[in-house]
Structure formats: structure tokens, C-alpha cells
């Protein structure tokens, strides 16, 4: 089995990328055949993929966002790994700051299956279920 603080490490780190602008933290994340799905509650899923896609999706979304997001990851269920793709899921509550105010923006779940590629682990895919649009 994969070792849970690094696969704790990939979310924390992809998230903290996000929240920080860091797009080369943030391709990092992803291998290069790499599928982001997301789905808001009561609408259909969207899929992004390869990785140059997903990119495009966080230089798009970043660019509109006026505030500060904060992703904070917990409760973290590594339900193993098999043939090399290690299966996670874990809580995503989004917050955001703006004009001195802080407000919930949503919350949600991610699903992933992780690889790992050159000693690093990276999302081969990642879906976010989100609770109610943002």
C-alpha cells in the first residue's frame, strides 16, 4: 500500500498550489494522461483531460476568481492500492476571503486514483462531487 502521508501530501500540496496561483504546482499534481472530472450538485458530470485540458480549466478559473480560495482536505480514506493506483476519497469544504469577509463556499468529495511517476506521486484521475455550486 502507498504510504498515506504522502498521498496526503499530493492533496494538500495540489490544493495549496490552487489557493497560491501556483500553476506549476498544480500541473505538477497530474500525470500527463491525467482525467479531472467534477460534478455540482443536480447538474451532469464535466470531464477535463489530458493534463494541457486541465491546465487550461485552472489558468480560466483562476483568472475569474476575485477572492482568496482556501481548500481544506480531511478526513482522508485510503481504500488501498492495486496494480500500482493507489484509491482515495476525502472531504473538500472550500472557503473563501473576500472584502474582509470569510463564507463557505461549498463543500464536496474528491475521489482519486493516484500513480506514481519518477518517485512522485501524481493523479492519474481526480473527481470532485460538490455539494452546491460556487
Do not use: C, W
Not at 482556501?70 to 493507489?86: A, P, Y
Not at 473576500?98 to 506514481?116: K, N, P
Request: charged content about 25%.
Amino acid at each position: 500500500m502507498t504510504d498515506r502521508s504522502a498521498v496526503e501530501d499530493l492533496a494538500n500540496r495540489y490544493s495549496l498550489a490552487y489557493d497560491t496561483a501556483d500553476l506549476d504546482g498544480i500541473e505538477a499534481a497530474f500525470t500527463e494522461d491525467a482525467t479531472f472530472s467534477m460534478k455540482i450538485a443536480g447538474n451532469d458530470p464535466m470531464s477535463f483531460g489530458p493534463r494541457a485540458a486541465i491546465m487550461d480549466l485552472m489558468r480560466n478559473s483562476l483568472s475569474s476568481q476575485t477572492d482568496q480560495r482556501r481548500h481544506v482536505n480531511s478526513n482522508l480514506i485510503v481504500e488501498g492500492t492495486e496494480d500500482g493506483v493507489t484509491r482515495t476519497k476525502h472531504y473538500l469544504t472550500l472557503l473563501a476571503t473576500e472584502d474582509g469577509q470569510i463564507s463557505l463556499l461549498s463543500a464536496g468529495l474528491y475521489s482519486a486514483e493516484i500513480v506514481e511517476e519518477g518517485g512522485t506521486l501524481r493523479f492519474r484521475k481526480l473527481h470532485l462531487d460538490l455539494d452546491k455550486a460556487y
